[in-house]
């Protein structure tokens, strides 16, 4: 069982940054890998982010350089850097984490048994 807890979201203006959390108990947070997802209505989640147990990164073409997943060891939370906000980010942001993957990947990573946030809104105004 693994408990995760998103916090961070906000109302922020076009080019600005937010910073989002992810605390995550339960389970040992450098074995894991962890990903962002977001989700607007009438749309499916869509993955953003990931860092695997060693660091590694892998984002979604359409927010690289632009987004930043990183963690804390000592916390058990990992992070989304998220700068040059604009409107077409704004959805529902979810962290996650699967019981077993394939690759720790936001897009086709062969994800099973996964443990979900409940979110924290980001609206993105121009």
């Known amino acids: 069982q693994v408990q995760l807890v998103e916090s961070g979201g906000g109302s922020v203006q076009a080019g600005g940054s937010l910073r989002l959390s992810c605390a995550a108990s339960?389970?040992?947070?450098?074995?894991?890998?962890m990903g962002w997802f977001r989700q607007t209505p009438g749309k499916e989640r869509e993955g953003v982010a990931t860092i695997d147990p060693d660091g590694v990164t892998s984002y979604v073409d359409s927010v690289k350089g632009q987004f930043t997943i990183s963690r804390d060891h000592s916390k058990n939370t990992f992070y989304l850097q998220m700068n040059s906000l604009k409107p077409e980010d704004t959805a529902m942001y979810y962290c996650a984490t699967p019981t077993t993957y394939l690759r720790c990947q936001p897009v086709g990573g062969g994800w099973f048994k996964n443990y979900w946030g409940q979110g924290t809104q980001v609206t993105v105004s121009s």
């Open positions: 339960g389970t040992t947070y450098g074995t894991y890998c």
